[in-house]
């Protein structure tokens, strides 16, 4: 804050920043060159200054301009510092209208009714906090437990594969598929309990779901990812290469979830493209029954497309074993 008007104005807007839930006062400035230092100390994130007569503008009836600096290289807190101040300006001007009538009467209530002639009563149902962090964080939970699954199915097949070669072996059937997969399955389940139980309580998001009904969720996209794991990782010559595969695939999936970029300016093309992973349909499952409480039978449509996903993948995974084996032998021929 650097306060150059230092009149009644000034100090009930101070209190208001102070008071308001977004933002605080870290520092009362003398002059603008001494806050400048402080954001570039990072020791705040915004400034604002109350230029002399701004009190005087107001009495006479005219509009105040008071400067606001903010640094924008954290886009959330640029948000909500710039929403802080909004609000303390706004809840300022509600107090000076209002200011010398009666709460109770006829003038003090035209006064507000023109000042804000709806009342807006917010009450977040899933997101309490109202903050970044419940709303993106469960997602990339589900986001992370899909990319090191794949990563580590896919690099242990190439392993596989590699080591098969020259000796004669057999291709991995159906049944060592599906018994890598649930195996998988039990060694994630650790993982499962930590992201989707244990985390969101530490981290006080909206856990409304039942257990139970995650567990059950998580059986067909545990094994929908390890078979796609699998799979792709019989295509691979090298088992380096899955890591370079799925890393670089990371952030295009997060965007295409719908979290953090509205699903709706999602291109149709991209749309039909992120449905091939399991996290894509996981997110929005494991979302609605661990933050907003819904039961397996409301989700049921993706739970059972996670199950149609595993089962392709499993088939996939079978055929390109096959198919690859069957290519390195004639090769050694």
């Known amino acids: 804050m650097v306060d150059d008007d230092r009149t009644p104005l000034s100090r009930r807007l101070i209190q208001a920043l102070d008071a308001d839930e977004a933002v605080s006062v870290a520092v009362r400035a003398?002059?603008?060159?001494?806050?400048?230092?402080?954001?570039?100390?990072?020791?705040?994130?915004?400034?604002?200054?109350?230029?002399?007569?701004?009190?005087?503008?107001?009495?006479?009836?005219?509009?105040?301009?008071?400067?606001?600096?903010?640094?924008?290289a954290y886009f959330l807190v640029f948000n909500r510092t710039l929403q802080g101040i909004t609000e303390s300006a706004a809840d300022t001007n509600l107090?000076?209208?209002?200011?010398?009538?009666?709460?109770?009467?006829?003038?003090?209530?035209?006064?507000?009714?023109?000042?804000?002639?709806a009342e807006l009563l917010t009450e977040p149902l899933y997101n309490p906090t109202g903050g970044y962090a419940s709303y993106?964080?469960?997602?990339?939970?589900?986001?992370?437990?899909?990319?090191?699954?794949?990563?580590?199915?896919a690099t242990l097949t190439a392993l596989g594969f590699?080591?098969?070669?020259?000796?004669?072996?057999?291709?991995?059937?159906?049944?060592?598929?599906?018994?890598?997969?649930?195996t998988h399955l039990t060694i994630y389940a650790p993982a499962l309990a930590l992201f989707f139980v244990i985390l969101p309580?530490?981290?006080?998001?909206?856990?409304?779901?039942?257990?139970?009904?995650?567990?059950?969720?998580?059986?067909?996209?545990?094994?929908?990812?390890?078979?796609?794991?699998?799979?792709?990782?019989?295509?691979?010559?090298?088992?380096?290469?899955?890591?370079?595969?799925f890393v670089a695939t990371t952030l295009p999936q997060f965007f295409l979830v719908g979290v953090s970029w509205p699903r709706e300016m999602i291109p149709p093309t991209l749309d039909y493209?992120?449905?091939?992973?399991p996290s894509e349909s996981a997110i929005d499952g494991f979302v609605r029954i661990g933050q907003m409480g819904a039961r397996l039978a409301e989700v049921r449509t993706d739970w059972l497309y996670l199950w149609l996903l595993a089962a392709i993948y499993f088939l996939l995974a079978v055929v390109v074993?096959?198919?690859?084996?069957?290519?390195?032998?004639?090769d050694a021929v």
Do not use: H
């Open 162 to 182: 590699e080591r098969r070669r020259g000796a004669g072996e057999i291709a991995p059937g159906p049944r060592q598929l599906l018994g890598r997969g649930l």
């Open 321 to 330: 074993s096959w198919r690859r084996m069957a290519s390195e032998r004639a």
């Open 273 to 277: 493209i992120r449905r091939i992973f």
């Open 30 to 72: 003398p002059a603008l060159d001494v806050a400048q230092q402080a954001l570039f100390d990072r020791r705040v994130f915004g400034i604002l200054e109350i230029p002399p007569d701004t009190e005087r503008e107001v009495l006479k009836g005219n509009e105040a301009r008071i400067p606001a600096y903010v640094d924008s």
């Open 95 to 117: 107090a000076d209208i209002s200011r010398g009538l009666r709460i109770d009467g006829a003038q003090a209530r035209l006064a507000l009714t023109a000042f804000s002639p």
């Open 136 to 153: 993106v964080v469960p997602a990339a939970f589900v986001l992370i437990i899909q990319q090191t699954l794949l990563m580590g199915a």
């Open 201 to 245: 309580r530490v981290y006080g998001f909206s856990t409304l779901g039942r257990v139970a009904d995650l567990a059950l969720f998580a059986v067909p996209f545990v094994l929908a990812t390890s078979f796609m794991g699998q799979a792709a990782g019989s295509f691979f010559k090298q088992r380096e290469t899955a890591v370079l595969v």
